[in-house]
């Protein structure tokens, strides 16, 4: 089973519309949550951490769910620049130096907003 | 404006040859990451540097070498021994309290 799993997608969506995806990690000792963004054929970049009593980030809010070993994102109102693939990642150790190594990176849920 | 730098942005590598990446970055960072990229799957780690003149291997170094002579710079060469070398390298640093900021990768393909 891989560390971290998304739905890989794609998720078509109008713009306007509201859209929601999760994603499952199966270490129970992971500690930090992170959305990222990608481009095709571009570098990811940090969209927004994850925190345990949720937060938002403009349109884009984000869930974590320690019981059931998922996170979620929301992206409200889509915008077409939002498309683009949502890249999942979770770290497994606390907030040390060593810990950014560990990474474990979902291979990430495509978001296709159409007009 | 500080950032990571990885050229070139597209390389090709003939067989039995080996070849470098570059990843420079002007950020202070002093962890140091190179990762791969391949369709439909997550970022593997292939090295990580958190000082000068260490690093470790990641999930998947086989094939590959690194080296951290200097803050700024975490060169990775593919060498020939890396069978399978077709894939998107992306590098990425951390100061160890925000998460890691990638460089804009290089596409390595086989000639």
């Known amino acids: 089973r891989k560390e971290v799993e998304q739905d890989p997608g794609p998720f078509n969506v109008p713009e306007g519309a509201t859209v929601a995806f999760n994603c499952t990690y199966s270490?129970?000792?992971?500690?930090?949550f992170f959305w990222y963004r990608q481009d095709c054929r571009k570098e990811p970049k940090l969209l927004m951490s994850?925190?345990?009593s949720g937060n938002e980030d403009g349109r884009f809010t984000a869930q974590l769910n320690r019981a059931s070993q998922y996170i979620s994102l929301l992206i409200r109102d889509s915008k077409l620049s939002d498309s683009a693939t949502y890249l999942c990642?979770?770290?497994?150790?606390?907030?040390?130096?060593?810990?950014?190594?560990?990474?474990?990176f979902g291979a990430g849920t495509q978001v296709v907003v159409t007009p | 404006d500080g950032g990571i730098t990885q050229s070139p942005k597209y390389l090709f590598r003939k067989e039995g040859q080996n070849v470098t990446l570059s990843c420079e970055q002007n950020?202070?960072?002093?962890?140091m990451y190179w990762y791969r990229q391949d369709p439909g799957q997550g970022l593997r780690l292939i090295y990580y540097?958190?000082?000068?003149?260490?690093?470790q291997k990641g999930d998947i170094a086989e094939g590959y070498s690194v080296s951290r002579e200097k803050k700024e710079s975490f060169p990775l060469t593919v060498t020939s021994a890396q069978k399978n070398p077709t894939a998107f390298y992306l590098c990425?640093?951390?100061?160890?309290?925000?998460?890691?900021?990638f460089g804009d990768g290089t596409r390595l393909s086989i000639l």
């Open positions: 990425a640093s951390t100061d160890g309290v925000q998460p890691q900021h």
């Open positions: 270490n129970s000792a992971s500690q930090s």
């Open positions: 994850v925190y345990s």
């Open positions: 990642v979770v770290t497994s150790e606390g907030m040390t130096t060593d810990s950014w190594g560990k990474l474990q």
């Open positions: 950020l202070n960072h002093d962890a």
């Open positions: 540097s958190q000082i000068v003149n260490d690093f």
